[in-house]
């Protein structure tokens, strides 16, 4: 049969994700691989799932959960009838109203600017179709996007889709030296961990950056904070300079805050590229029901930005998907309003932080050096001293015609002996800068304890291995 792919997709392949975890459920490995959530959603989301499919209708969920503040006065701008639609049919093709509201009246606290829920809010099924939805509503054929290598793997083919060249920016490591350049305390000093290398020694260098902008093509620079696969937080002073940078050249930031209710202490508050002087107007901040309720089947996601960038993407998202699953998305409202009555976020971070360290202890007790991430739920591990037969898995793998780089051939080789799935960060990275990756490997802690345990047994079978 002849290849009736179009050349847009000339070689793109099927994604690792699904490799990955088969490989793991057939040798019945550990899996800390694919970044999603091992427990069950909250009682008080699937609550308000089950609700709306049941049949409340549009109306009742409308008066139920107006914007805050407001009233029946019919000066309100709230209407005070709504039409009866059933929840289980089409709502609002830029977003379920009630969504929207609660997600214009979170942001408008969280970032210290009124933000109108019909023009600056846009719902997509998940953040991934809101990184579609931006690349085709902004980018031109022979457009460049800037991309902060390592990167979510779906930036840099949207990039391309859209006719668009990606140009990749690393952050590099850089070890604290002197006592003013130390790493940040995020957990107890007398823990084992407690001089372990942090997420933040991962360090955008400003002056590349800039030198990467193509003045006349370069329109987006991406940020993801917290980052991926690192657990980096961006500084209000590193999104400082990536902003001066971007007001200088005219760019549009996308900045992907999927993980922004995971950061750990002493951190209190995410810095947000969108609350920077001078930089809503060139700001489009992506959520996610799927990570902050761990919910990622749902594929629930937001874009708050100005009319200029929500707009566009509008259009766009109207002729691909027209809407986003209505009931989802009044659970996702209901959730939004219910979270803190049941101390949701503080119990997350909590959970998480525990996880975190539990993982980042047994990784450095095997050998293996943690950089304890600051935020999200993943953590980058050096295997640097390592010494597994990296040239016997290569030299296996070529012979079925797969060519690896010692990232994938550890990852592969602990998978098969230890019993451990995890990812190769390489696919983080551009073919240029794969290197930077080569003695790393991601782990995801987002994992019930008996899953965490379990692994940790099984890695003990590194120790004969470590230098």
């Not at 959530?37 to 089950?50: M, Q, R, Y």
């Not at 987006?220 to 991926?228: A, G, K, Q």
């Not at 991430?373 to 040239?391: H, I, K, M, Q």
């Not at 230890?418 to 782990?443: Q, T």
Request: net charge neutral.
């Amino acid at each position: 049969m002849s290849n009736r792919a179009a050349a847009r997709l000339h070689g793109y392949q099927t994604a690792i994700w699904g490799e990955l975890t088969a490989m793991s459920n057939r040798l019945g490995a550990t899996n800390l691989g694919q970044g999603f959530p091992s427990w069950d959603a909250e009682p008080f989301l699937k609550d308000g799932a089950i609700k709306a499919i049941a049949g409340r209708d549009y109306a009742s969920s409308m008066a139920l959960q107006r914007p805050l503040g407001s009233t029946n006065n019919p000066n309100s701008g709230v209407p005070t009838q709504f039409p009866v639609v059933p929840l289980n049919q089409y709502t609002r093709s830029a977003g379920h109203m009630p969504l929207v509201n609660r997600v214009a009246d979170m942001y408008t606290e969280i970032l210290g600017c009124k933000i109108d829920p019909m023009t600056n809010v846009l719902i997509t099924n998940g953040a991934t179709q809101a990184i579609f939805n931006v690349t085709q509503a902004l980018l031109n054929p022979g457009d460049e996007a800037i991309v902060i290598d390592p990167a979510y793997d779906s930036y840099a083919p949207c990039i391309e889709l859209a006719g668009a060249k990606p140009v990749h920016v690393p952050l590099t490591r850089v070890e604290p030296h002197g006592p003013d350049k130390k790493n940040p305390v995020l957990v107890d000093a007398h823990s084992p961990i407690a001089q372990c290398p942090t997420s933040a020694e991962f360090v955008l260098d400003a002056e590349v950056l800039e030198r990467s902008v193509t003045p006349g093509k370069t329109k987006l620079i991406f940020v993801n904070n917290p980052h991926n696969p690192s657990g980096k937080l961006f500084s209000l002073a590193e999104l400082t300079q990536i902003a001066n940078i971007a007001i200088k050249h005219d760019l549009v930031v996308v900045s992907d805050e999927v993980y922004e209710f995971m950061i750990y202490p002493p951190v209190q508050k995410l810095a947000r590229m969108a609350s920077i002087p001078g930089m809503f107007e060139r700001t489009v901040t992506f959520g996610s029901a799927g990570k902050t309720f761990s919910v990622t089947g749902w594929k629930i996601g937001w874009c708050v930005g100005p009319p200029s960038i929500i707009h566009p993407m509008f259009l766009h998202h109207q002729y691909t998907v027209y809407s986003v699953a209505t009931p989802l998305q009044d659970a996702v409202s209901s959730a939004i309003a219910n979270a803190p009555e049941h101390d949701y976020y503080a119990r997350l971070i909590r959970t998480l932080r525990e996880k975190r360290d539990k993982l980042c202890n047994v990784l450095h007790d095997v050998g293996l050096t943690p950089f304890v991430p600051e935020g999200a739920y993943f953590v980058l591990a050096d295997t640097s001293r390592v010494r597994f037969p990296e040239d016997d898995v290569v030299k296996r793998y070529e012979a079925k015609g797969q060519k690896l780089s010692r990232d994938f051939a550890f990852a592969y080789w602990l998978m098969e002996e230890i019993g451990v799935a995890a990812i190769p960060p390489s696919i983080f990275y551009s073919p240029e800068n794969k290197h930077l990756a080569s003695n790393l490997v991601r782990f995801c802690f987002c994992k019930d304890d008996s899953i965490l345990d379990a692994a940790a047994t099984k890695l003990q079978k590194l120790r004969p291995f470590i230098l």
